[in-house]
Every structure is written in structure tokens, then in C-alpha cells.
């Protein structure tokens, strides 16, 4: 079985261009997860790796697939030199090792939530994961590998992602959009939810 990390990182520079800065995080029991930026004009992206190197698995299923299941690495676009957005790293990295370690499968519409600002001063401490294939196209394997989906992660306050919870996520993001909200905005307010 080829190993999926270089196909990914090709993916995400053929995509992004070069990374300009890389961290690396190992949490006990799991497999490395780097964090890679890039930036873009006045956009700082943060892309995962390594999250799909492993396969995810239902919390219910009894053992681990280790060829079938979703693989994923996330994605975070925002606005560069606004708020100390590079501390973000190692909140992302536990969110790309969650699956590991929480036996959880990240997919669009789920809310992850790290319980403390996503860097120093940051109104959020959770994100909201978007449908992939905007900003970085699936990587398809060879069969029987599930493709590796890039899925952008929307920063949510604390009122959003509790809106969220009673509403659903097409209802906040429709919200986002009417309100003409920019996502990227590293210390937005949150969106009238009234």
C-alpha cells in the first residue's frame, strides 16, 4: 500500500504553492500530524498533514479498517497580520488527530470544537467544517482507498456554534451569507443570530 502523505502534500502544493513555514505535532498514541502555511496575497492558509494517513473509522464499528474509510485534512483561510493566527497550529493539529484519537469521522457540517480561542485573543474556539473541492480538488487513490477530501474549516464563535446545534449548519452558513459575513476575518464578530 503506497503511502498517501507525499500524494497529499503534492496535492496541497500543486494547489497552494510553496509552504513558507511547517510545524510538526505528536500527540501520544497517534501518528504525526503537520501543519503546513501558505500564504496567498494577504490570505495565511493552514492545511494538515497527515491526518489521512489512517483511514477513519465509525466510533461504532468494532475494528478498524485499515484500507476502507473517508480520509480527510483540513484546511483554514484567513485574513494574514490581523491577530497571531500562526499559534492556530496546534489547535488544528488536535483536530486533525481526532479522529485517532476520539474515533470520530470528520465530514462536512460537523463542528469541532477545541475549547479554548484558536489563537491568543481569538473570538472562536470552534470551527465549522465545509464541503471540500473549492479551494483544493480531492485526491483520488487507488482503489480501494477512499479519496482524500481537503475540507475548509469556518471559524465559529461560541453563539454561532451554539445557533448551529439547533439549527443546522446550511441554516448558519445561509446566515453567514445573508449577513455578507467575511470568514476570514480573524477577529470577526459574531453574526446577528436573533
Do not use: C
Request: glycine share 8%.
Amino acid at each position: 500500500m503506497a503511502d498517501v502523505l507525499p500524494l497529499v502534500e503534492a496535492r496541497l502544493r500543486s494547489a497552494l504553492g510553496e509552504p513558507d513555514a511547517r510545524a510538526a505535532v505528536t500527540f501520544l498514541g497517534t501518528d504525526r500530524i503537520e501543519v503546513l502555511r501558505f500564504q496567498d496575497g494577504g490570505i495565511a492558509r493552514y492545511a494538515t498533514l497527515g491526518m489521512s494517513a489512517q483511514p477513519m473509522t465509525e466510533p461504532t464499528a468494532t475494528l478498524a479498517d485499515p484500507v476502507k474509510g473517508p480520509r480527510a485534512e483540513l484546511v483554514l483561510s484567513v485574513r494574514a497580520g490581523l491577530a497571531e493566527t500562526d499559534k492556530v497550529l496546534r489547535p488544528l493539529a488536535v483536530l486533525a488527530a481526532s479522529p485517532q484519537v476520539e474515533g470520530v469521522v470528520v465530514a462536512p457540517g460537523a463542528s469541532l470544537d477545541v475549547g479554548e480561542p484558536l489563537w491568543p485573543g481569538a473570538p472562536f474556539t470552534s470551527v465549522l467544517v465545509a464541503e471540500p473541492g473549492g479551494l483544493v480538488e480531492d485526491l483520488e487513490l487507488d482503489e480501494p482507498l477512499d479519496p482524500v477530501r481537503f475540507l475548509p474549516l469556518l471559524p465559529m464563535t461560541p453563539n454561532e456554534a451554539a445557533w448551529k446545534r439547533v439549527h443546522g449548519a446550511q441554516a448558519l452558513q445561509e446566515r453567514w451569507l445573508n449577513q455578507g459575513t467575511d470568514l476570514r476575518d480573524p477577529s470577526r464578530k459574531s453574526v446577528p443570530l436573533e
